[in-house]
C-alpha cells in the first residue's frame, strides 16, 4: 500500500489541478487542451422538486399516517433527491394557514392527521431540516401566504384559529378562503407566522408559490372594495393598491428575514407571465390569459428588479412551441429581467404534464424535459431548475425523469453561490490523506474554518492524463455534510491500480468554496 499526502507542493501541476477551485483573484495556471466544461455537467446548478402538503399531493400521502410512517415517507422523498442527484427540496410546510411545526401562531395542520389542531406526535419540520441536512439537501420550506380554507366554512377552523378571531380580515372567493391582503394586521400576522419557523428552524429558504390574490373566477368578485375605501387612498385603482399590497408583503418580509438571518434565502416561483407583449410592451411574446401583474396583483418583475428576493423560479409550464407560451421564449424574457441583479434564475418545470397533458402534443414526448435542460444550457442566466410534483418525478411517466437525469444529472453539483449574501470562502482542509482499502479509497482529513457546514470531494485519474481544472463537475465525487472533527469519506468506485489524485475543498452554508489545497495521491 502507498499512501501520499501533498501539501500544496505539487508545482505547475498544482497550478492545472486547482484551476478554476480557487478564490476569486488568485492566479491560476491555465487549463489543459481538451478541458472546456461540460455544459451537460455543471459544477454549480440548483436542482430541486416541490413536494406539497396541500390535499396530501405528495407528502404526507393520507391524513392519519403514525409518525413513523410519515417519517418513512418524507425519507423517501428525501431519498429519491440524493438518488438524483439534486442538491435541495422545496417543502410545503403552511399550505392553508396552519403549520407543519408546533406554531406560536397558527394551528397544526389537517393535512397531517385528517384534523386541524391535531398534533401529529413529533415536529415535522425539525425532523424535515435534519434529515435534508444529513443527506447535505438545502430545505427550502413553502409557505401559501394568503389562502385560508380549501373550503368556504369559516367555523370548520379549530376556535383558535386568528381567522376565526378576526373574521372580518376574511374573504370568501372561488370556494375557497383568503385573508384579505389588503389589511395591514392580517399581512402582519402572514409575515410573524413565516418568521416564527424562520426563528426556530434552520431552514436555508423561504419559499413562495404563484398564489397571492386568488387566480381570477369568472362571474365573482373578490370582495375587498370596504378594504379599499378604507387603506386605498393616494391609489388611483384598486389594482395599483393591490400590487401595492403584495409589494408591501415581498419586502417587509425580505427585510425581516435578513435582520433575523441574512444566509436565509427568499425565493418566489410566480405563475410565469408578468405581462404580456400586447398588454405591455415590456411584456414576454406571449398571448396568455392570465397575466400576474394585472390579475394576481404580483408585479413579479419589479421584485425583481427591486432584488427584493434572492431567487425567482418562473413556473414556465409550457412546451417549447407552444404559441401563447413558449417555453423557449418566456425562459429567455427572463434571463433579460434578472440581468444586471442579484437575483438567480432558476426554472419550474412541469413535471406533472409528462404523459398526462393534451394541452401540446410535446407533452407525449419523453425529450420534452431534457430539451428544456438543453435550451436552458445556452442561457448563463439560468442556474437551475425545480420540479412540480415529487409524485410525478417518481412516477418517471414514459421515462422522461430518467432521460433527464442520464442525461443531465450524471454528476452531483454545487448550489450556487449567492455573493450578495456572503462571498468569504471558508479556509481550505486540513491533513488531508488517501489510502487503499478492502472497499475502496479512503479519505481521511480535518476542517479548519468553524463556518463549513459541508465538503465537495473531487478525484482526477493521472493514469488517464487527467490534469483538467474542475471548472465543472465530471470529477466531482460527492457532497457531503460536515460532522465536525475528523471526516471520513470513501471513494468505493476507484479502480485499482489506477493513479489517483484527490481534492476536498469546504463549502459554507453559503455553498461559497475554499481552495482545493491540500491534496492528496494514492497509486
Not at 50 to 78: F, H, K, M
Request: proline share 7%; hydrophobic share 40%; net charge neutral.
Amino acid at each position: 500500500m502507498r499512501v501520499w499526502r501533498v501539501v500544496g507542493v505539487l508545482g505547475v501541476a498544482v497550478g492545472l489541478l486547482v484551476g478554476g477551485l480557487t478564490s476569486a483573484g488568485t492566479a491560476t495556471a491555465a487549463p489543459a487542451s481538451g478541458c472546456t466544461p461540460d455544459p451537460k455537467t455543471p459544477l454549480r446548478q440548483f436542482r430541486a422538486t416541490w413536494v406539497s402538503s396541500v390535499v396530501n399531493i405528495d407528502w404526507p400521502s393520507r391524513t392519519g399516517l403514525s409518525p413513523a410512517q410519515q417519517q418513512a415517507e418524507l425519507i423517501g422523498w428525501l431519498d429519491d433527491a440524493v438518488r438524483q442527484r439534486h442538491n435541495a427540496v422545496v417543502l410545503q410546510v403552511r399550505p392553508t394557514a396552519d403549520a407543519f411545526w408546533p406554531s406560536a401562531i397558527e394551528p397544526w395542520s389537517r393535512y397531517l392527521t385528517g384534523t386541524q389542531g391535531g398534533d401529529p406526535g413529533y415536529d415535522p419540520l425539525a425532523f424535515a431540516v435534519a434529515e435534508a441536512h444529513k443527506r447535505n439537501l438545502e430545505l427550502h420550506a413553502w409557505f401559501n401566504p394568503y389562502r385560508l380554507s380549501m373550503g368556504t366554512d369559516l367555523n370548520a377552523l379549530v376556535p383558535t384559529h386568528p381567522a376565526r378571531q378576526h373574521p372580518d380580515w376574511v374573504v370568501t372567493y372561488g370556494g375557497k378562503l383568503y385573508y384579505n391582503p389588503g389589511i395591514p394586521a392580517a399581512r402582519k400576522l402572514v409575515e410573524d407566522a413565516i418568521m416564527d419557523a424562520v426563528s426556530k428552524y434552520d431552514i436555508d429558504g423561504v419559499h413562495f408559490d404563484d398564489y397571492f390574490y386568488p387566480y381570477p373566477v369568472a362571474g365573482q368578485v373578490f370582495d375587498d372594495a370596504a378594504t379599499y375605501a378604507q387603506y386605498g387612498a393616494g391609489f388611483a385603482t384598486v389594482q395599483d393598491w393591490r400590487r401595492n399590497n403584495i409589494d408591501l408583503l415581498i419586502q417587509e418580509l425580505q427585510q425581516r428575514i435578513k435582520a433575523a438571518k441574512p444566509w436565509v434565502k427568499f425565493g418566489i416561483s410566480p405563475f410565469a407571465v408578468w405581462r404580456n407583449k400586447g398588454t405591455d410592451p415590456l411584456g414576454s411574446d406571449t398571448t396568455a390569459g392570465v397575466q400576474t401583474y394585472d390579475d394576481l396583483a404580483a408585479d413579479t418583475r419589479k421584485w425583481v428588479r427591486e432584488q427584493w428576493i434572492d431567487y425567482i423560479v418562473p413556473q414556465v409550464y409550457w412546451a417549447g412551441g407552444f404559441a401563447p407560451a413558449d417555453y423557449n421564449k418566456i425562459v429567455p424574457w427572463w434571463a433579460e429581467q434578472v440581468r444586471g441583479t442579484d437575483v438567480h434564475l432558476y426554472i419550474g418545470q412541469a413535471t406533472y404534464k409528462v404523459g398526462t397533458s393534451t394541452q401540446s402534443p410535446d407533452w407525449s414526448d419523453p425529450a420534452e424535459l431534457s430539451d428544456h435542460l438543453a435550451f436552458n444550457s445556452t442561457i448563463p442566466e439560468v442556474k437551475g431548475d425545480i420540479y412540480f410534483s415529487a409524485k410525478d418525478v417518481r412516477a418517471d411517466r414514459l421515462g422522461a425523469t430518467s432521460l433527464l437525469n442520464s442525461t443531465w444529472y450524471t454528476r452531483p453539483a454545487l448550489v450556487p453561490a449567492m455573493p450578495s449574501l456572503d462571498a468569504r470562502p471558508p479556509l481550505p482542509v486540513h491533513g488531508l490523506k488517501a489510502a487503499r482499502t478492502a472497499g475502496g479509497v479512503e479519505l481521511q482529513w480535518r476542517a479548519t474554518s468553524k463556518d463549513t457546514t459541508s465538503y465537495a470531494v473531487y478525484r482526477r485519474d493521472l493514469t488517464a492524463g487527467d490534469w483538467c481544472a474542475d471548472n465543472d463537475a465530471r470529477n466531482l465525487l460527492a457532497t457531503m455534510r460536515s460532522t465536525g472533527g475528523q471526516q471520513t469519506y470513501v471513494d468505493t468506485t476507484a479502480v485499482a491500480g489506477r493513479h489517483y489524485l484527490y481534492l476536498v475543498t469546504a463549502l459554507d452554508r453559503g455553498w461559497n468554496q475554499s481552495v482545493p489545497l491540500p491534496a492528496a495521491v494514492v497509486r
